[in-house]
């Protein structure tokens, strides 16, 4: 496993630089004089100038692109051309606040999307199969925003029973430790605030978690179906063990390294999905963050900021695959 | 009677799926005593698999379902216990090893894993009990590699698994064991093996054996009795030697002219000439019919039973059943055909 570990760690190298690549060459593909264009076109000749210097774009390519990277591998990820301060220190918040979102998404997604799925396939055929595979088709085909719309109308408006915008009611003053704000009400124990984060958390967590739940039910359906037919599931009968064990530990083992990619993707996609729905629920997330950064052309938060979505994508891969390593053993070995 | 382990009684378990209904089973009469190693044969798809997962309870319900006949496990009717009740016996008292060794054991678990399940299922004990009873038992099926225990099962060989198949079958020392194929998928040497193994934990234990197999030299080498299974039906039935001396079913004499000879006199191998009727459209008289040489016209229409044609041999043909009117036809057809397969 440590072996397995470092080997698709160090497989991580050329991909983080093929991206650092990328994201340097946003700011230098701005079709004539990026520093022009960046100014904008009624600024003076010296505040171009002042621009050029400022982001080293009088330096040659070769040496830009190098301290760029200098700057990446001591966590320096540039400037904001706008509010001036650095990138690194103002995108955390915003990423806090998309991840507590994404995470508690997923959370729901798992956790309902695989138990449906699980009990679709042992009761294969039943009303309770037919009926949960209907919603897991509706699910898929509904769209984010839609949904979203719909929730706000309903439970907000209509209802009244939870709140449609924000992370948390904002006549409360809270100095935030990890910005993520259920973590940081249980750091300081405060209840009563948990319970408004959770409310503010709701809506847009179900609204994104909606599709990967259905992807993740009907995948693990088919994957679980497809595993109780084995041989070693009859073997694991043959041997007087209860259904619930049949069903939990053999078969759910095996049918996990399918769901577990539709995981991980699903995780990529809700980060970058989870834009239209921050958009909704103004939710002060990354996306919120690179899109004002796009209107105002601030081009190093919008280099910094896929850069830094792009990483957090590769690590969810790489946790994926470490995963699968510690469930199956024979991927270890290098067979698959 | 009370020697008996398993006792079969016109079994009858039908397959009701979309097309109609698959009499997979229809007349199955199987006895295995105490300490004994008995044969079933039969073309594939004769129902041989359906009839040993029936007797564990094992076959999927829907579709599968026993609409007649009785299954007793040591003296009590199990026909219809619910999947509670029979998960007290498996791996218990009954336990089975299948055709497919590569695919029997769970690859996600180690060996140690599976064998300390199939025991803590059935007897409270600890782990470590648990562990050292594994190892024994997978020492008596002759392996003695070190560390088997946290192995996976892709690291080891076939006939290493179909080894530890058989160590988690008989650990908790059943009083029947079911082999469902248990070399076929082997090479010649390692079937060998395994099967001497089997001889040899029956001869210790006393376990009774059913042991399924299409290959009658195995029968031959290895059964107190067999029952020849055509088309979901017993039949025939009778000693080992006697059946091989003396077949009296026109499938069965098929079948032992099938088995190729080393003697070199034989040109081409001898194959019963048509097929296995479908499933779904069997025959309305005797299921043997299509392909029999010796048949009759009242074969076509009339079922005939599985009767004692002399002490311990049972037969399903009109060929030996006094039928008024064409019996004594029958008879001698028999007689002769009888020479001409020995
Ligand atoms: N789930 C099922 N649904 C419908 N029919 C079935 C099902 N399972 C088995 N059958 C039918 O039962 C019959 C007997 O199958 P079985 O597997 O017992 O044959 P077998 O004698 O073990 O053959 P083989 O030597 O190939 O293992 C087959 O004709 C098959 O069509
Ligand atoms: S009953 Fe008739 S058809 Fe059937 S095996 Fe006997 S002789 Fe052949
Ligand atoms: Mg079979």
Redesign the interface.
């Known amino acids: 496993m440590f072996a397995y570990t470092v080997r698709r760690l160090l497989m991580l190298i050329p991909v983080l630089i093929g991206m650092s690549i990328i994201t340097f060459a946003v700011v230098h593909l701005i079709p004539g004089d990026p520093a022009q264009t960046i100014a904008g076109e009624k600024a003076t000749p010296q505040r171009v100038e002042e621009i050029r210097k400022e982001l080293g774009l009088d330096q040659p390519l070769y040496k830009q692109y190098l301290d760029y990277v200098k700057g990446l591998l001591q966590g320096d990820l540039g400037k904001s051309l706008i509010t001036k301060r650095p990138i690194s220190e103002e995108i955390g918040p915003f990423l806090a606040a998309t991840a507590e979102l994404v995470l508690t998404s997923m959370l729901i997604a798992v956790f309902f999307g695989v138990n449906l799925g699980i009990i679709s396939a042992w009761r294969q055929n039943s009303w309770f199969d037919y009926t949960s595979m209907v919603i897991a088709l509706i699910g898929i085909s509904i769209p984010v925003f839609w949904l979203g719309l719909m929730e706000q109308w309903l439970f907000a408006q209509t209802l009244d029973w939870l709140p449609s915008n924000g992370r948390m009611d904002p006549r409360i003053q809270m100095v935030p430790i990890t910005h993520f704000y259920v973590i940081d009400t249980l750091i300081y124990g405060d209840t009563e605030v948990l319970w408004d984060v959770v409310k503010h958390l709701i809506l847009p967590a179900v609204a994104l978690a909606t599709v990967p739940m259905a992807i993740i039910a009907r995948i693990t359906r088919s994957s679980m179906l497809e595993v109780m037919r084995s041989d070693y599931i009859r073997t694991a009968r043959a041997k007087g063990l209860s259904e619930f064990w049949v069903v939990y530990k053999h078969t759910l083992k095996n049918a996990a390294i399918p769901v577990l990619t539709v995981i991980g993707l699903q995780l990529g996609l809700l980060l970058g999905g989870a834009v239209l729905t921050e958009t909704i629920f103004s939710w002060p997330g990354i996306g919120r963050y690179l899109y004002t950064a796009i209107s105002e052309r601030d081009y190093t938060v919008v280099q910094s900021g896929i850069l830094v979505v792009a990483t957090m994508f590769v690590l969810i891969n790489l946790l994926v695959d470490l995963i699968y390593a510690w469930i199956d053993p024979r991927i270890q070995y290098g067979r698959k | 009677m009370s020697q008996s382990v398993l006792e079969i009684s016109e079994l009858q378990l039908h397959f009701f799926t979309d097309k109609g209904v698959v009499k997979a089973i229809d007349g199955v009469d199987i006895t295995v005593n105490e300490g004994e190693i008995v044969g079933l044969v039969g073309e594939s798809g004769c129902g041989k698999s359906v009839t040993s997962l029936a007797v564990?309870g094992?076959v999927p319900n829907p579709p599968g379902k026993i609409v007649g006949g009785t299954i007793r496990f040591a003296g009590q009717d199990i026909t219809h216990w619910t999947?509670k009740q029979?998960?007290?016996?498996?791996?218990?008292d009954i336990?089975?090893i299948?055709q497919?060794p590569m695919?029997?054991?769970?690859?996600?678990?180690t060996i140690g894993d599976q064998m300390v399940?199939?025991i803590r299922?059935?007897k409270k004990c600890s782990k470590k009990e648990a562990q050292a009873m594994s190892l024994s038992m997978l020492e008596k099926v002759g392996i003695k590699r070190k560390g088997i225990l946290d192995l996976?099962p892709?690291q080891l060989s076939g006939g290493m698994r179909q080894r530890v198949?058989i160590a988690?079958a008989m650990v908790l020392n059943p009083r029947l064991l079911i082999a469902d194929e248990p070399t076929t998928a082997l090479d010649v040497t390692i079937q060998a093996q395994i099967l001497d193994l089997m001889r040899s934990l029956n001869k210790e234990y006393g376990t009774s054996i059913l042991l399924i197999t299409h290959d009658l030299g195995v029968v031959a080498e290895m059964c107190d009795r067999v029952i020849v299974m055509y088309a979901g039906q017993v039949v025939e039935e009778a000693d080992c030697c006697h059946l091989f001396k003396n077949p009296t079913h026109p499938y069965t004499q098929g079948l032992l002219k099938s088995i190729p000879k080393l003697d070199g006199n034989e040109k081409r191998l001898y194959s019963i000439p048509g097929q296995v009727p479908h499933p779904l459209r069997m025959p309305q008289g005797c299921r043997f019919a299509p392909r029999c040489e010796y048949v009759m016209d009242h074969c076509w229409s009339q079922k005939p039973e599985l009767l004692e044609t002399e002490k311990g041999h049972l037969s399903r043909c009109w060929l030996h059943q006094a039928k008024e009117g064409s019996g004594n036809n029958g008879e001698t057809n028999a007689t002769n055909a009888t020479v001409e397969s020995s």
Do not use: D, Q, V
């Open positions: 564990m094992l999947n029979m998960r007290k016996i498996r791996g218990k336990s089975m299948f497919e695919t029997s054991l769970n690859p996600l678990f399940e199939a299922i059935h996976y892709h198949m988690m």
